[in-house]
């Protein structure tokens, strides 16, 4: 199994500040990594893909990094909308399954 | 515009079966692999498997082989998820979720379903 790690699992934070989460794998991924943000009772959306690539629609403040094993979601001045929990996901490996991170919440400091 | 729409939420007794299904629209439906994704009540996504609708051939996670059939029909742009002999654990919210991916999975998701949730309860 690709088992994928993020940290911090909570991040307190205040609107401006400049955020990162990480993301590591178990073994590689190449660049096969895509980040969503969940928002309470609502499904996820697509952020990032290919590790670094911006979803249609995405604001810009929103950047994603790494390959390998080490992956990076950056926002870099904090929105009130972005208060949310974000998932990576590695689409390297279907077996034993497609796999998720914990989640890192983000909330209000 | 992409929209997927699932059915209503169930209740279902230890040992039954459930069967979900996701209408999508506003895109060629043969054209993309469509996914199931679970959330457990305030846990993280699991991913349960695909289809490619264009065939039907399917991948599932091992973890549910044996419990899940995964079904798509061309004619009414629609996919189903059944899962068999349904546990206490399996109660969660089950979401389609496309593959952006043009006649080939590219493994991540780029539309979802609003979410249907299982409650599994004697």
């Known amino acids: 199994d690709i088992h994928l790690t993020q940290s911090p699992s909570t991040l307190s934070a205040s609107v401006g500040d400049r955020v990162t989460i990480t993301c590591r794998a178990s073994?590689?991924?190449?660049?096969?990594l895509a980040w969503y943000q969940q928002k309470p009772g609502r499904a996820p959306n697509l952020l990032i893909y290919?590790?670094?690539t911006l979803h249609t629609g995405v604001p810009s403040r929103f950047s994603g990094s790494g390959s390998g094993t080490e992956f990076t979601l950056t926002i870099s001045s904090l929105q009130p909308d972005d208060f949310a929990t974000y998932y990576c996901q590695q689409c390297e490996s279907f077996y034993p399954g497609l796999t998720f991170g914990g989640g890192t919440r983000v909330e209000i400091k | 515009q992409v929209e997927l729409v699932q059915s209503g939420a169930e209740v279902n007794k230890p040992g039954a079966a459930v069967k979900v299904s996701c209408q999508a629209s506003g895109y060629n439906f043969s054209d993309h692999y469509m996914n199931w994704v679970r959330q457990a009540p305030g846990q993280g996504l699991e991913w349960m498997g695909w289809i490619n609708p264009n065939g039907g051939g399917t991948t599932y996670a091992q973890k549910f082989e044996g419990r899940i059939t995964v079904t798509s029909d061309t004619s009414i742009n629609a996919v189903y998820l059944e899962l068999r002999n349904l546990r206490s654990d399996d109660t969660a919210v089950y979401y389609c979720?496309?593959?952006?991916?043009?006649?080939?999975?590219?493994?991540?998701?780029?539309?979802w379903g609003q979410g249907t949730w299982v409650t599994v309860s004697s």
């Open positions: 290919k590790a670094s």
């Open positions: 979720a496309r593959d952006p991916g043009q006649l080939a999975a590219l493994s991540h998701f780029d539309a």
């Open positions: 073994q590689s991924v190449s660049k096969c």
